[in-house]
């Protein structure tokens, strides 16, 4: 199969950029700050465990935000962020790197990198306290598999967050090892965003794994719909960087009586 015949235009072409981009020389290796114990820490203080991201621009909005990338980070952070996901995918969301580095320095929480990850050396660019897995990619003819990159990333001492959009991606991530999984509401093959694909495949997915609500998440109603279906955890996008950050964390971070805005 080739993945990359069977998505959205504007996801092939990320695809095809991915398969371009090389690695690095030597190998990372990660010294992470635990994602679970902070999801932990945030039910504890009475939040909603977020994932929140640091994503100038993307293939499906308009927006492009210019800010200092650490400021917003830090903005999340304070307003109540249990982690932080940082694009390092430049041609079509302008993140690097570079970026991560000096967000990861300037917080205490978990970092994921996000980016398309398809061969064992693009592991090595920079390190991270997660990394990205997709499996509908990695399970695209000449790349690698996705037992072999989660092995490879567990080796230099990254947690990994699998994505997944289906409950046959569930069982192919689960029987590959994946203890943090997400279920993208977001059908790359469309791009169409349906938050009933959570409801539907997160019952398959095996109670001793974290388990992320990704894409379409925008109000608290959105929250406490995935909340609700069983997430752990959200990774929130959009309706954090689409005014003020601080502002959007603590109000998708918190879950008042009334959950309609």
Excluded: C, W
């Amino acid at each position: 199969m080739d993945a990359s015949e069977e998505v959205a235009p504007e996801v092939r072409s990320i695809i095809d950029a991915a398969r371009e981009r090389g690695g690095a020389d030597g190998q990372v290796q990660a010294r992470p700050r635990s994602l679970p114990e902070a999801f932990a820490r945030a039910e504890d203080d009475g939040r909603v465990p977020t994932i929140a991201e640091v994503k100038p621009t993307s293939p499906t909005t308009a927006r492009t935000r210019e800010d200092n990338p650490v400021a917003l980070a830090e903005a999340m952070v304070a307003g109540g962020a249990a982690a932080l996901s940082v694009l390092t995918e430049p041609e079509h969301f302008g993140g690097s790197p570079e970026t991560l580095k000096r967000v990861r320095a300037a917080v205490d929480v978990p970092v994921l990198r996000k980016d398309f990850l398809l061969y064992e050396e693009q592991l090595d660019v920079v390190e991270a306290d997660l990394v990205l897995l997709i499996v509908r990619f990695l399970e695209a003819d000449g790349t690698a598999d996705l037992e072999d990159m989660l092995a490879a990333a567990h080796e230099r001492g990254f947690q990994v967050l699998v994505e997944t959009h289906s409950r046959e991606e569930v069982r192919t991530a689960v029987d590959a090892g994946a203890k943090i999984i997400g279920v993208n509401n977001r059908d790359l093959g469309a791009l169409d965003l349906d938050l009933s694909t959570f409801e539907e495949v997160a019952p398959t997915v095996p109670d001793d794994v974290t388990l992320i609500a990704e894409s379409g998440i925008e109000t608290r109603a959105d929250v406490a719909r995935m909340r609700a279906a069983g997430a752990d955890g959200q990774l929130v996008g959009s309706a954090i960087m689409d005014g003020d950050v601080r502002a959007n964390t603590e109000r998708l971070t918190t879950l008042p009586e009334n959950t309609n805005t």
